[in-house]
């Protein structure tokens, strides 16, 4: 899995007449159809509910190499491994995710407890422990960490791969009400009193699902070129 760069607007997902979401080093045509269009948004949130595949923490296992997540988070990733660079098992989005925010700042110790829990929660948790935390510069690969996570998670797995693609181009939303920057800021419900977006949230996570969407779809256009 090759790590790209993505770039991820603040913009809050319909303030944009724009049909091309926002990739890697710049743009790409997300070749929505009048048909994806007239249809509401994808709308999901807790991992044992609709659509729940996903959300950060519904559980699927996949590997990432540290080779690829030390070019991710800027730095190399137990260097002094007796193992070397063999891949690590994650068991959800949200448990790699957890690991390079950590990795990030170089808290090997936290990395070790979010790998030994498989509990989303408390992987979210230890993880707000990280030492020497700057929200600045975990802001600057965050969106990118969440991507890569989800290309891993979809990319292993094919019967969420097969779910995430049959989605066409409709709009994926985290409908999390008290979260304006992975989700929406409002409920399903709430969401759809609302269908010009204006008032969304930033929808990270619905965004880079989209991206993982667009790049799935490409790779199986090479696959059968």
């Not at 979210?124 to 998670?153: H, P, Y």
């Not at 979809?154 to 097969?162: A, E, I």
């Not at 409908?175 to 920057?181: G, K």
């Amino acid at each position: 899995m090759a790590i790209r760069t993505v770039n991820m607007s603040a913009r809050p997902l319909g303030q944009s007449t724009s049909t091309s979401n926002e990739g890697p080093r710049g743009k790409y045509k997300a070749r929505r159809t009048c048909k994806d269009m007239d249809q509401p948004p994808l709308f999901f949130f807790k991992p044992n509910e609709a659509h729940g595949e996903f959300c950060q923490w519904y559980p699927a296992t996949f590997t990432v190499s540290k080779e690829e997540m030390s070019a991710l988070i800027g730095h190399a990733i137990d260097a002094d491994d007796p193992e070397g660079w063999q891949p690590i098992y994650f068991h959800c989005a949200e448990q790699f995710m957890m690991y390079c925010k950590a990795g990030r700042f170089h808290d090997s110790e936290t990395q070790r407890l979010v790998l030994a829990t498989r509990d989303p929660k408390e992987q979210k948790r230890l993880a707000r422990l990280t030492k020497g935390f700057d929200a600045a510069s975990w802001d600057e690969i965050k969106s990118e960490v969440v991507v890569a996570g989800n290309m891993a998670k979809f990319g292993q797995n094919r019967h969420l791969k097969d779910m995430l693609l049959s989605t066409g181009d409709r709009l994926l939303a985290e409908a999390a009400s008290q979260d304006r920057v992975w989700g929406i800021g409002f409920t399903a419900r709430e969401a759809m009193m609302h269908r010009d977006h204006s008032r969304w949230g930033e929808n990270r996570l619905g965004k880079a699902l989209m991206v993982v969407r667009e790049r799935l779809r490409e790779e199986a256009a090479r696959a059968y070129a």
